[in-house]
């Protein structure tokens, strides 16, 4: 074989056209004859003994061409991927093969993506807001009043509901007088205030007592997940058959030894405090990592070629089965519950995929420029790190995940941490209040769910996990050790 031309074209691609030999080409032929002969039927001929010019004077020259050419491309890939000195990026692709009939030879053209040339800007000096991490009171009594809840003790009450209550209900709602699919439940408990049900509902049940029946005049509303209720109002019959209340412990020392190890409830305060403290200061460090490599990228020039967002696509999509998997429940059926295709799922995931190439490949031109290299006792202690978070083996995990995977994962963490070391902290802007703005965890807005069913995890997770390494699931490290290559999109907590 022989390489004829290689030719860049735009969005980083190459085309290689190979030289087949006449010798090459016959070699393959004549192991397709081989492989084929004991199957043709040839008139005056038992199966297997008619020569191969026979076979070919018969059914054409060409007639073993399609088996030659099985067992000829993987060698001219190979030869391609061998030959050239541009670093390739999937798989290469076979655009024309031309057989000349003349010479007996052949000649094949692939096509490739190739790793972009990247250029940066300064990585060493960014700024970006770095969020406050005090804890104010506040959230220290906020975790608390979860904890009472959590330790309430549950007694009948004998007067009219209220907020917070535990309701038993019977229900049944009605659509211009025929009763509607999903709208009825039995001895359903309910807590009233949790807002579980659609907006208003639950506000109609407060000041019912034990054994009374009430009409409850709703309408749902205009964006609610299903079309044919939506924005209509709707009637339920409602039955109170029990009511109980939830009574709070009493928030003293006494609290604190039964809820915790310590003897005080400032101590079991102060603990609190510093818990909240360290992942406060978490969640601080990769939101201030986060935005310096949005700078960072953001200064990047690199014509990405769409297979490498392709490939990291569908990294995020194995992740996001996995999870949904791990929760019993199938990706196909989780997806058309939240009214998403798969091809509308892939196309939510595309800017995040494209973004965490794009980080990726700023990293490592950020190691480059550093000379940062993974030693052999980086590279065991990430094995040995990552086997005894999965829970497997060491040798079947080194079988598992490529060394040259477990090689870039170190050096875009240690290149994440020049970035971050050397970028500059600005304080958050004060909103009116005075506290600091801050988008949820989630980045989701709440959806109204149905009548009788719980609320589901947001359909924005379909983007979670889109930044992670396939080889490593549920990765989860210390903060000084996160894995700042794979930056977290919103959602990743809501499954």
Known sequence: M??????????????????????????????????????????????????????????????????ALDLLLPEVMDFATSETDQKLVGVPRVADVDIKEDTGG??????????????????????????????????????????????????????????????????????????????????????????????????????????????????FPEGYQEKTLAGKAVVFKVKLHDLKEKLLPELDDEFAKDVSEFDTLDEYKADIKERLQIARQGESDSA??????????????????????????????????????????????????????????????????????????????????????ASDDDIENEYKDAAERFGVELEQLKGSIEKAKVIQEIKTRLAAKIVTDNGIAQEPPASGDGETDAPSASGDTEQETPVVKPKRASAKKAEADSGQEAAEPEKQKKPAARKPAAKKPKGDEQL
């Open 106 to 219: 052949a000649e094949v053209k692939i096509t490739a993506a190739i790793y972009p040339e990247v250029k940066l800007g300064e990585y060493k000096g960014l700024a970006a807001v770095r969020p406050s991490v005090e804890i104010p009171d506040s959230a220290v009594d906020a975790e608390i009043a979860g904890v009472r809840m959590r330790n309430a003790r549950i007694e009948k009450a004998d007067r009219p509901a209220i907020s917070g209550d535990i309701s038993v209900i019977d229900f049944e709602g009605f659509l211009d007088g025929v009763p509607f699919d999903g709208g009825k439940g039995e001895n359903y408990e309910l807590e009233l205030g949790s807002k579980a049900f659609i907006p208003g509902f639950e506000d109609k049940v407060i000041g019912m007592t034990i054994g009374e029946e009430r009409d409850i005049d709703l309408v």
């Open 2 to 67: 022989n390489t004829k031309s290689v030719e860049k074209k735009e969005k980083n691609e190459i085309e290689i056209i190979i030289e087949v030999s006449p010798e090459e080409f016959e070699t393959v032929v004549g192991k397709a004859f081989l492989k084929n002969k004991n199957r043709i039927s040839v008139p005056g001929f038992r199966k297997g003994k008619a020569s191969r010019k026979i076979i070919e004077r018969m059914y054409g020259a060409s007639v073993f061409h399609p088996d």
């Open 288 to 373: 201030f990592e986060n935005a310096l490599l949005d700078k960072l990228v953001e200064s990047m020039e690199a014509d990405v070629p769409d297979v490498m967002i392709e490939e990291q696509m569908d990294i995020a999509a194995s992740n996001f089965a996995r999870q949904v998997s791990a929760y019993g429940m199938d990706p196909a059926s989780y997806l058309k519950i939240m009214n998403m295709t798969p091809e509308l799922f892939r196309e939510n995931i595309r800017v995040s995929s494209e973004k965490q190439v794009k980080i990726t490949l700023a990293l490592e031109k950020v190691a480059e420029l550093e000379g940062i290299e």
